[in-house]
């Protein structure tokens, strides 16, 4: 059973910073951020492979940084200069074996 425990999330003023958190029950080569706004469709924010490469969406460049741990199975989002255009449900999400895992989604509200 693969699991993806997030942590980290709430609530801050914009050109704040949050980091979040993404523990796996296991190894996954691919993991990354894809988050949710109302109405929206859920979309990738970084992704990152075991091997350390790393891919962002142009949205976010220059602000967020993904980053891993693999001794520890754990994922991190180092977000800055956040925006109100960053208020979503983040998900941690994992791709392991052609299958996709899914964290449970946490709140990041950015006010202005």
């Known amino acids: 059973q693969v699991q993806l425990v997030e942590s980290g999330g709430g609530l801050v003023q914009a050109g704040g910073s949050l980091r979040l958190s993404c523990a796996a029950s296991?190894?996954?080569?691919?993991m990354g951020w894809y988050r949710q706004a109302p109405g929206n469709q859920r979309e990738l924010v970084a992704q990152?492979?075991?091997?350390?490469?790393?891919d962002y969406s142009d949205s976010v460049k220059g602000r967020f940084t993904i980053s891993r741990d693999n001794a520890k199975n754990t994922v991190y989002l180092q977000m800055n200069s956040l925006k109100p255009e960053d208020t979503a449900v983040y998900y941690c999400?994992?791709?392991?074996?052609?299958?996709?895992?899914w964290g449970q989604g946490t709140q990041v509200t950015v006010s202005s």
């Open positions: 999400w994992g791709r392991r074996r052609g299958n996709d895992y």
């Open positions: 296991v190894s996954i080569f691919t």
């Open positions: 990152i492979y075991n091997n350390g490469v790393t």
